[in-house]
């Protein structure tokens, strides 16, 4: 499975972010989970959230009120748009598959593989 | 809010070293830790799951170990290739999410 994000590359304040992950060689609705992490200039990675392929979402605390995670079958795509953005969202933003697995205590078996190339995208006006 | 800590944050080091990264989990999370290593403008990619498991195509100089809290990730015979930054990361499900460590940068000596 390939996947390879797309976006506007620039966004301007308080505007919508959308972003969307086109998957290759698979089904975005075969069963699997889709996460969305981002990654600041110069800085970590930081998960933003997660879509399930039954329609359930787990998304990051911070970012809860902005964010939306779609699954867009008939395209095979994954989208993301995240609200209201400023200066602080300007990062590579990635999809990547999540497996999900076996739970035990807090915690649960997972990774994520494979990853795409990622998109840069800045907030400015 | 959950942390990961990653030591050191940078490793200078030569072709040939032994490297070692520590990553210190939020809580118990047994042996589901990761281990994802990210080149220079390149998107990171999974190298050990579970701890200790290596990712299919990951040459068996990289190993991890650890459960519970405190994880390694071990490079022997440090190669060229492996200048880069590798991140761990854990999962907790109440509530649901999923944290990377800071980072460990692999530098040249």
């Known amino acids: 499975v390939q996947l390879l994000e797309s976006g506007p590359g620039v966004v301007k304040p308080s505007e919508t972010l959308s972003l969307t992950c086109n998957v290759s060689?698979?089904?975005?609705?075969?069963?699997?989970?889709w996460s969305w992490i981002r990654q600041r200039p110069g800085k970590g990675l930081e998960w933003i959230g997660n879509?399930?392929?039954?329609?359930?979402?787990d998304y990051s605390l911070a970012l809860k009120s902005r964010i939306d995670i779609l699954l867009e079958v008939s395209q095979n795509q994954v989208s993301l748009r995240l609200s209201s953005v400023t200066a602080a969202d300007t990062a590579v933003y990635y999809c990547?598959?999540?497996?999900?697995?076996?739970?035990?205590?807090?915690?649960?078996?997972?990774?994520?593989?494979?990853w795409g190339q990622g998109t840069l995208v800045i907030v400015s006006s | 809010d959950s942390q990961m800590t990653q030591s050191p944050s940078s490793v200078a080091a030569s072709v040939g070293d032994r490297v070692t990264i520590s990553c210190q989990a939020s809580?118990?999370?047994?042996?589901?830790l990761n281990w994802y290593q990210q080149k220079a403008g390149k998107a990171p990619s999974l190298l050990i799951y579970?701890?200790?498991h290596l990712e299919r195509g990951v040459p068996s100089r990289f190993s991890g170990s650890g459960s519970g809290t405190e994880f390694t990730l071990t490079i022997t015979n440090l190669q060229p290739e492996d200048f880069a930054t590798y991140y761990c990361?854990?999962?907790?499900?109440?509530?649901?999410?999923?944290?990377f460590g800071p980072g460990t940068k692999v530098v040249v000596k």
């Open positions: 990547a598959r999540a497996y999900m697995g076996y739970c035990s205590g807090k915690t649960c078996r997972n990774w994520f593989d494979p």
């Open positions: 060689n698979d089904f975005v609705n075969a069963g699997y989970t």
């Open positions: 879509l399930q392929h039954d329609g359930t979402t």
């Open positions: 809580q118990d999370i047994d042996k589901y």
């Open positions: 579970d701890a200790s």
């Open positions: 990361q854990q999962y907790e499900s109440l509530p649901p999410r999923f944290t």
